[in-house]
């Protein structure tokens, strides 16, 4: 792929397979093209040929194209009210393009959002992109009355669709600092009717003008059902390029010389417009350009095409550099374009706008965590070097490892050069305080809204993600997780829905086994409140714990009096507990009041993981209360008995319809809660308040025994003995598996295994009765053998199908001897 071999519009391959289309201005398909998004919130992309982001263009018209949207706000604004005005670029690809905006604007500061947050830099807003990749957008200006002003607020977008983005800034922005103008900047403005009502609307609601510029202006068809069949056909593409390489390696990597520049940038010049860049800044940068050029045209002589790359966010200096070196004649070509996070789908055609995808590591410490970055349209288009151009806290070891950017790089062009900008962080600035931080996260989820617990029972510090289609069929999982391609984290399950045999049967262990849990939960309260705190903040662990978290709050308010509050957070095994979620129960509660809660132990994985966990955060008391502790994990349960706990029969419609809790670099950004689903349409199947109210029934008859238990433990050696771990090391190599985290102990997690993963084989302790009546049934749906075993401490063990693969069925061990 070279850039000017077709003349196919780069947005038919997706028109004709989806129905996609452009109406309107007759530039539309010179400005854009369409690409398909691995994205759960919008199938399409519009991918722009003249932003520098996905596709290499010339920097010189990369950089007009922005600069004369600019002079047209400042002739619209008028020099007066264009000096007044702050221009708002939006990360990550517009921020390359606000920047231009302003140099266009002339008069005005810049400032771009970002989702790296900066420590000692205090947040001055922030705001949510719906449709995007990565949500989480933050405002970190170095002058912290840069947005208090009452001028013109210029926000730059490369595209202006649905206008929720644009929405959701105002309305942060306004609600702090109301203004009466706003300019809206697009290179398109693809907005619909009912979009362009509803924003005339909002605009009016707040009294203020709102004009929009824009290079084009028109419309995207959307089929029905565009987003599912846009689903379909990027997991169709991927099967199908599965196993192969789509951007092989074009040169040998060894033989590709790779250097480092010292490009003499400025000392204390910002790298861009994270903090603000003033026309002070710009002078500045402009009087050292040349120099800088130079520098770079002299390391890449004999090249005669060669590509800037930028860096994610940062845009703007390595589009002033390349263009620079386009204007110093010395290169006959230059391109320029940047690296991205957002995920697309890549098909060699020419009529489809992302030929090529180079996949990296993220190499800056992102805050949401390691994932991966792309680099779109660079293999396979004949440039001699490449320039990658990156800010200091980007130049990392993941940078420079065997599979990090410079060496996909090095696959595809005989020179990459290194340019390294410092990365600016104000120097005045104070760090927040943790009360800051914690106040810039939104207040706990609450049924009826989420879940349908009553509002007092459960506050859930959480984001909502019912809208984001997250199942994926269990096989699709298994193979994923297995293979190392996806975290568990990741997607959901589809929702188990349970035949009507499987509801009698779990009616049934309800009503069997619903004093044996409020004495468990009665023992378990009484423990928490004689030795932790006589006001403790449960805390349970979203979404087994939160039952049992619940149960807890009714017993201490039906037995004492005490209305305890009662929170649910997430945690994820190799990954660990929300930190967001931490910092806002520290700044509302005294952490020494916490008392985490679960449902059970199996092997104590979860119990590890949180410990590990909170030695970053002071305070917290790593120490779980169980309603049962099989495992010999923990020193605070009701009971050390395998038995079945009924709302381990069940997913969500015995959890408050809440989704098991999700973590996805895409979804869960820096300043989010990890997310979950509530699904209300599961309201029918719904037996949560069922569960609880049954079980609650029942504390007053077990009162007594529940007096007794919590003295005779209280006096006891509780000590963890983790018999349960030992034993799951033993299962594992005599079952030839070789990997603990396939070997699920217990009623709850055999329970799991069946309902989520694919399961191999179940070993049940030899006279096993009721307790796995619904167990037998499970894997006989599931055509699992149950094999009955002596000298088991658990009731009964799951065993995750190992080395799953597409062929494996499930039950007669293919994968295991292949």
Partial sequence: ???????????????????????????????????????????HLLVSNVLGKHVPQSPGLVRRTGHDLGVRVRRLLGDDEAARAVVLGYAETATGLGHAVADGVGLAPYLHSTRRPVDGVRQAGGFEESHSHA????????????????????????????????LNTIRDLHERHPRRRYVIVALVDMRGEHDRERF????????????????????????????ARGQALVAEQERTQRGTRQSPPGEDRAAATRSRIDLGWPPGLPDGGRHGFTPGHRAALEAALPA???????????????????????????????????????????????????????VDDPGYAIRTRLVFPAHDDPADGPGERYAYNVAGGGFDAVVAVVDSTADTPALHAPDGLLAQLAGHTRHVVLAVVPSYVPPAAQPPTAHERASMLPDPLRGPDFSSYAPDEVGWLLQDLSDTELEAPTEEREEAIQSGGAHYAESLPVEYQPSEQYQQLFKAALETSAARIARAVGTVTETVLAERSPRPVLVSLARAGTPVGVLMRRWALHR???????????IVRGRGIDANAL????????????????????????????????REFDGFDPEIAVLADPGGCVRTYGTREDFLIPSACLNSTVSGLISRTVLRADLVGPGDFHGAKYYRELAGADVSGHFLDTVAARFDEVAAAVDADVKDLLAADRAPTWEGWAAVERISEEYGIHDVNLVKPGVGETTRVLLRRVPWKILAKRGAGADLDHVRLLAEQR????????????????????????????????????
């Fill in 1 to 43: 792929m070279r850039e000017g071999d077709d003349v196919v519009w780069s947005g038919s391959w997706v028109a004709e397979r989806l129905g996609v289309g452009l109406d309107g201005d007759e530039r539309l398909p010179e400005l854009l093209g369409l690409a398909l998004r691995r994205n759960p919130k919008r199938a």
């Fill in 135 to 166: 949500t989480s957008h933050l405002l970190l200006p170095e002058d912290p009355l840069l947005l208090a002003g009452d001028g013109p607020l210029v926000l730059v977008d490369d595209e202006f669709s649905t206008g929720n983005t644009v």
């Fill in 200 to 227: 005339d609307a909002f605009a009016s609601g707040i009294g203020a003008r709102v004009d929009l510029v824009a290079t084009a202006t028109g419309t995207v068809r959307l089929p029905d059902g565009v987003l």
């Fill in 292 to 346: 800088m050029a130079d520098t770079l045209a002299a390391v890449l002589a004999p090249a005669r095409r060669v590509l800037v790359l930028g860096f994610e966010e940062l845009m703007y200096a390595p589009l002033r550099l390349a263009a620079a070196l386009e204007d110093t004649g010395a290169i006959p070509e230059v391109r320029y374009s940047t690296t991205t996070r957002s995920p697309v789908l890549a």
């Fill in 560 to 570: 004492h009096g005490l209305d305890l509050p009662h929170y649910a957070v997430s």
């Fill in 583 to 614: 910092r806002w129960l520290a700044a509302h509660h005294d952490p020494a009041d916490v008392v985490f809660v679960d449902g059970w132990t199996g092997k104590g994985a979860i119990t590890r993981e949180l410990a590990e966990a909170l």
């Fill in 783 to 818: 055509g699992v053998p149950v094999e009955e075993v002596d000298g088991l401490p658990y009731t009964c063990v799951g065993l995750i199908h190992p080395k799953y693969t597409r062929g494996a069925t499930g039950a007669d061990g293919k994968a295991v001897s292949a």
